[in-house]
């Protein structure tokens, strides 16, 4: 997810079973003192995506990296949520 201007700190991440959350806030630039013409083009504020996620996520193996304003998200799944094949053992 790109989000170039905000702070680390300013982002916060929530999974709450299938549903990704992030939510954070952009400040508002400031303005140059010299220019007689600024536009800006980012929207400044609070702001909020959500995601649903297939299976449910393993939250203690999840990672986040923020890096040049771009946000990168690893949500490993839970081992139970994950399909796999049973080995049936003959017994007799």
Do not use: W
């Not at 982002?11 to 630039?29: A, D, K, W």
């Not at 980012?42 to 923020?66: K, M, W």
């Amino acid at each position: 997810m790109d989000l170039p201007g905000v702070g680390r700190d300013k982002i916060n991440i929530e999974i709450q079973g299938n549903r990704l959350t992030i939510n954070g806030e952009r400040p508002l630039e400031a303005e140059p003192k010299i220019a007689a013409y600024h536009s800006i083009e980012r929207e400044t504020g609070a702001f909020e995506r959500q995601f649903t996620v297939p299976g449910h996520v393993d939250v203690d193996a999840a990672e986040a990296s923020y890096v040049d304003g771009v946000l990168v998200l690893v949500l490993p799944k839970c081992e139970e949520d994950r399909p796999g094949n049973v080995r049936v053992e003959c017994r007799g």
